[in-house]
């Protein structure tokens, strides 16, 4: 029902920067969205959150993130982006996007596939 697609992933130096953007769709029916958020999982480690940001704007980041990277949303473009700064081996994992919304009245989450980033040293 719930389309989840994350974008911009990549290959990048120490130092440098990347943008993720996440758009989300339904075919057929409407959707409202809720939250939207960014999640991390490193091999072998349990998945963590980076980044929410909620309808009314709020935003909470992880403290490995604070002030590297930055969470915002096109309300109109159903799309969610996560601009990261100052990257560091560390934060090579997956990242995935998060969307609660809610369709026929029913409120779920979704996930979408996933993007890798990879940091080099």
């Known amino acids: 029902q719930v389309q989840v697609v994350e974008s911009g992933g990549g290959l990048v130096q120490a130092g440098g920067s990347l943008r993720l953007s996440c758009a989300a769709s339904a075919s057929g029916t409407s959707i409202s969205i809720y939250a939207m958020g960014w999640y991390r999982q490193a091999p072998g480690k349990q998945r963590e959150l980076v980044a929410t940001?909620?309808?009314?704007?709020?935003?909470t980041y992880a403290d490995s993130v604070k002030g590297r990277f930055t969470i915002s949303r096109d309300n109109a473009k159903a799309t969610v982006y996560l601009s990261m700064n100052s990257l560091k081996p560390e934060d090579t994992a997956v990242y995935l996007c998060n969307v609660r919304a809610a369709v026929h009245f029913a409120i779920n989450d979704y996930w979408g596939q996933g993007t890798q980033v990879t940091v080099s040293s």
């Open positions: 940001i909620p309808g009314n704007g709020d935003t």
